[in-house]
């Protein structure tokens, strides 16, 4: 009993109370902050960004494309990319993640994700995923398991994963799809009773990715069924994800 207390006392508390204003590291990459009157225009882009996320005319970052490894940092040292620590960087929309020198963090939060009705209705109490991995390098898949641990606990929320896609409301999408995936992933998603959500879950899943020029990919899935969220990260961050599902779901 008494070693048990000394723990508690060493290691206060585990859990974030407030996943929906938590604190993060300045150093942490979020939304990226643009400002095109510092911007030197003789820069190559595409010897830049090895996704093409950035763009210059006008200054603009694709975020379902960026993989926020800072080599435009570093390369545009007049200070017109710098990336902030906002961690709420999920969109119900592709369009929604191409961020401007307009777009400010309250701006970006606030147009991200549109309230609908048969969502909330549904799955306001809680909602179940199956994760699909395909093709990830394991980056993403393993800061989805952080969600369920002591520190994000998303579970309190009704946010879980399952081990059966018949079991859960929707499916959550990691990695750029591979060829031996695309099968699996389109029979997991007719596996999932209807209704159900699809979620993309980190730049492979949004965009390819740094592998989105492969020929290994067979990305034909997204063209054949509606995306509902789109979740940015490479890795994604624990606190982007439960955001973004309680943003999606409107939990209180």
Same mark, same amino acid.
């Given at each position: 009993m008494f070693?048990?207390?000394?723990? /508690? @006392?060493?290691?206060?508390?585990?859990?974030? *109370?407030d996943i929906k204003n938590a604190k993060i590291k300045e150093q942490?990459?979020?939304l990226p902050v643009l400002d095109d009157s510092c911007l030197d225009n003789g820069i190559d882009v595409n010897k830049i960004c090895p996704t093409g996320a950035l763009k210059i005319n006008p200054l603009s970052i694709d975020m379902g494309l960026c993989t926020l490894c800072g080599r435009c940092i570093n390369k545009c040292t007049k200070g017109a990319i710098k990336f902030s620590n906002y961690y709420k960087l999920a969109?119900?929309?592709?369009? /929604? @993640?191409?961020?401007?020198?307009?777009?400010? *963090?309250?701006?970006?939060?606030k147009r991200a994700i549109d309230v609908r009705k048969e969502i909330y209705s549904?799955?306001?109490?809680?909602i179940?995923?199956?994760q699909v991995s395909a093709g990830g390098c394991n980056g993403c898949e393993m800061e989805l398991n952080a969600c369920s641990n002591a520190n994000f606990d998303m579970g309190r929320y009704g946010i879980d994963f399952v081990a059966s896609p018949?079991?859960?409301d929707g499916i959550v999408i990691t990695g750029p799809i591979t060829k031996n995936m695309a099968y699996a992933l389109e029979d997991c998603y007719k596996s999932t009773p209807d209704p159900k959500?699809?979620?993309?879950?980190g730049a492979c899943a949004i965009s390819g990715g740094i592998f989105k020029d492969s020929k290994e990919l067979n990305r034909e899935f997204l063209d054949k069924y509606k995306i509902d969220l789109y979740i940015p990260g490479c890795p994604v961050h624990p606190l982007t994800f439960i955001n973004a599902?309680?943003?999606f779901i409107r939990k209180k």
């Open positions: 070693d048990t207390l000394k723990m /508690k @006392l060493w290691q206060k508390n585990q859990f974030i *109370p942490f990459r979020g969109a119900d929309n592709r369009d /929604k @993640l191409i961020v401007t020198k307009e777009i400010t *963090p309250e701006i970006y939060h549904i799955f306001n109490r809680s179940k995923f199956r018949r079991h859960a959500v699809v979620i993309l879950c599902i309680l943003d």
